[in-house]
């Protein structure tokens, strides 16, 4: 069992697939403006793309139904507007399906790395919403 010991697990950035591979033409606009930075990305971390490019430890989102039910307890945290929000939102609705999904939080309005950038609206929301995923879930 994955969750041995794991009150919560919170995925900062949720790369957990290859849909930076997939047709740009049926992505979002930051999706598509990002797709060919990911794709180096990815080809960067593997050790060999072609052996692990369907290794659901180098894609949580390629996971099996029986290995999701195994997963720790999840919080998967998105902002609206981000490169990652497609591929975020899929794992989240099969953890949700396995039984593992705590919240799925989408910050309304933000960009990616908006929570890290002191005087940007979403700034605030982020962290507020990490202190209350901290309170709720990890000091119960």
Aim: glycine content about 8%; proline content about 5%; hydrophobic content about 45%.
């Amino acid at each position: 069992d994955l969750s041995s010991g794991i009150n919560a697990e919170y995925g900062g950035i949720p790369m957990v697939d290859d849909y930076c591979f997939s047709d740009p033409l049926a992505m979002t606009v930051e999706e598509r403006k990002d797709h060919l930075m990911m794709r180096k990305f990815w080809n960067y971390i593997a050790a060999d793309w072609e052996a692990q490019k369907h290794d659901p430890l180098l894609f949580p989102g390629k996971a099996s139904e029986e290995l999701l039910e195994k997963f720790p307890p999840t919080i998967v945290m998105e902002a609206e507007f981000d490169m990652f929000i497609t591929e975020a939102t899929r794992l989240a609705n099969r953890l949700r399906r396995a039984g593992r999904l705590l919240e799925l939080v989408v910050i309304p309005g933000s960009t990616h790395g908006a929570g890290f950038i002191c005087g940007v609206g979403a700034f605030n929301v982020f962290w507020d919403t990490m202190n209350t995923i901290a309170r709720e879930y990890i000091h119960g």
